[in-house]
């Protein structure tokens, strides 16, 4: 297994435009979960799943966001109507979630920018 | 929520030296502790972690230790390289809630 990986690993998107990232987590990993980065700062959290359970999500994640894992396996975020604030690095991570492995493992990040 | 920070905001290491970041948290309910390294145009990596029911874990040449009466932890690299040179972060969670809260991280340089 290579790792978490995410689709694409830039976009640019004019304001009002709507975009959608993909996630491939770790094969039979059953959590995954989107932060997200702004220059200089750490990841925050956005939202995470359980199988294919979307269990919480963060004030950040506005109504223009929409986070969906329909089989439990990859997961898509969408953002309607960009904003020049939306624009940062998207980061994935999946984690086994089973026993006592709580060890999240990232992706490479998607990197919008808004213009 | 949680509140993470971490100290200092860069750091200048000659190799072979050590190098330590720190960082507190406010919320005496979390007790997962990972160190993240992420490099130029990578997803951040874990590089090590630690429970609230150890004080110290070590790996090579990285160590975490845990202070849960201050609510302090540190990462400690010791004879550092030049592979070392990233930028480090620090995130601490409560286990069985998920989600990592993280410090503002600290790009470190180690000069040859």
């Not at chain 2, 509140?3 to 750091?11: A, D, F, G, I, R």
């Amino acid at each position: 297994d290579t790792g978490v990986s995410q689709d694409p690993r830039h976009k640019i998107t004019k304001r009002g435009q709507n975009v959608t990232f993909r996630c491939d987590p770790i094969s039979e990993h059953n959590r995954l979960y989107w932060y997200r980065q702004t220059l200089g700062q750490g990841p925050e959290f956005l939202t995470y799943f359980q199988n294919e359970a979307q269990l919480e999500k963060s004030r950040l994640l506005s109504d223009r966001f929409s986070a969906e894992r329909p089989k439990g396996s990859f997961s898509t975020l969408e953002i309607q109507r960009t904003e020049q604030g939306d624009s940062a690095m998207y980061l994935c991570a999946s984690s086994p979630g089973q026993g006592s492995s709580y060890e999240q493992y990232f992706g490479p990040g998607t990197r919008l920018t808004v213009t | 929520g949680e509140n993470v920070e971490q100290h200092p905001s860069t750091l200048s290491v000659q190799e072979g030296d050590s190098a330590v970041i720190k960082c507190t948290y406010s919320d005496s309910a979390s007790n997962y502790f990972p160190w993240y390294k992420q490099e130029l145009g990578k997803g951040p990596q874990l590089i090590i972690d630690i429970r609230s029911n150890v004080g110290e874990k070590k790996d090579q040449r990285i160590a975490v230790t845990l202070n849960k009466t201050a609510k302090h932890f540190s990462l400690h690299i010791t004879e550092t390289q030049p592979e070392d040179s990233a930028v480090y972060f620090c995130a601490a969670s409560i286990l069985g809630d998920y989600k990592l809260s993280f410090g503002a991280g600290t790009t470190v340089t180690v000069r040859a």
